[in-house]
């Protein structure tokens, strides 16, 4: 097996951040969309976990509890169906709303916006968020679909959503309520979510170049 530290281009004695940062470089460098290879993007992806297990495993209290969290949500995903109301971000933006608005989804819901922009969906067991609207009709953001960027984020305004261990974003963002669609999917019987949130400052860093989409442009 390749070194994991000589795939991601890192010292063994590299912190959280630098780790971080050299994941999002080398996701950027074999990403298919960048003229990369699944393989070699697979091989990165596999990397960086491998380094991350390692690194839990002198934490054993934390990571059992962390263990014991996605189970649980694990366990509360394959049974529960969950109706999720839906906002695109771009409303937000053009409105002059606000994520923090109070009555955010009140004000979408009278607000006569495309089904593209505004709806509800239910979202069965088993499915992603960014499954269960893609199986709807919906063309929501996305890159990797592993967790390896933020081409997919969402907000969650109300209710809760799995987070798997495995993903990119920093605790920060987290606990501001960002999740990845793409690996995510709800644990709670509703759920409010403003999707296409990608365009955000803290997650710029974090984005894939969307040539999958410049590309199909250009060849209409």
Known sequence: ????????????DADEAELDQ???????????????????FQRVKAAYEAVMNDRDESAPDADAAADTEADEASDERRDIVSRVEYLDYEVIQDRGWS????????????????PTAYGKFLINP?????EAAENRGFAWPYACRGGACANCAVAVVDGEMATPVDHILPAEMVDRGIRLSCIGAPTTETLQVVYN??????????????YRFERARSTD
């Open 197 to 210: 949130v990608k365009g955000l400052p803290d997650l710029d860093e974090l984005k894939l170049p969307p």
């Open 126 to 130: 088993g499915e992603t968020l960014l």
């Open 99 to 114: 994520l923090d608005d109070d009555d955010l989804f009140e004000k979408a819901s009278t607000a006569g916006l495309d």
């Open 22 to 40: 050299a994941y999002r470089r080398r996701v950027v460098e074999t990403h298919p969309d960048q003229g990369g290879s699944v393989r070699a």
């Open 1 to 12: 097996m390749d070194d994991p530290y000589d795939v991601l281009g890192v010292k063994p």
